[in-house]
């Protein structure tokens, strides 16, 4: 009889086919597992922190009817806004002013001042827009006339439904000549 040798596992070409085949099952399965977990993980991920990324929304707000405006006569406006950022959502009162010009045009003016962001009020004698922080004037198209404002009055986009008035309310920086959005 014939005595075998004990083969050496170092030797080149020899591997030990069963021990591959179930590492390559286990990694296989950990892969497929890891691929699983990824994909449930990433839209739950984005579901919780997409709101917490978005920017402040800016809805159109309805803020009243067209047979409220006079030809020539700013009106003040009032309205309660509801505003979301991320997860924090607060209802806050906004007041903007609508014009009505001769020529049937409306124009809506943000109710701050360009200088430094007061409120002003349109003096009905004077017929012009007045801010009581520093002295500017406006007219009724919104022009600067007098006072340190740097640019005119900043209009809103607007748009009218069903004679009624809806309005996307931005603010802007004051101080500056040119318009800046906050
Ligand atoms: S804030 Fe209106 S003039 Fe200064």
Redesign the pocket.
């Known amino acids: 009889m014939v005595a075998m040798e004990p083969q050496d596992q170092d030797a080149p070409g020899f591997y030990t086919p069963v021990g591959t085949r179930r590492k390559f099952f286990q990694w296989v399965t950990e892969a497929a597992a890891g691929l699983i977990g990824l994909s449930l993980t990433i839209p739950l991920v984005g579901y919780v922190i997409s709101p917490a990324l978005k920017r402040r929304d800016k809805p159109w707000v309805e803020i009243g009817g067209m047979d409220e405006l006079a030809a020539g006569e700013p009106k003040q406006l009032d309205y309660v806004a509801t505003i979301r950022d991320g997860y924090w959502e607060a209802k806050t009162h906004k007041a903007v002013w609508a014009v009505k010009q001769s020529d049937g045009q409306v124009t809506v003016f943000s109710p701050m001042?360009t200088?430094?962001?007061?409120g002003?009020h349109w003096d009905t004698m004077d017929r012009r827009f007045k801010?009581p922080?520093?002295?500017?004037v406006y007219d009724v198209s919104g022009r600067v006339l007098a006072?340190?404002?740097p640019r005119h009055l900043d209009a809103l986009p607007f748009k009218i439904e069903q004679g009624r008035l809806l309005v996307m309310y931005k603010e802007f920086k004051s101080g500056f000549t040119e318009q800046i959005e906050l």
């Open positions: 001042c200088h430094l962001g007061c002003y801010c922080c520093h002295g500017s006072g340190p404002a």
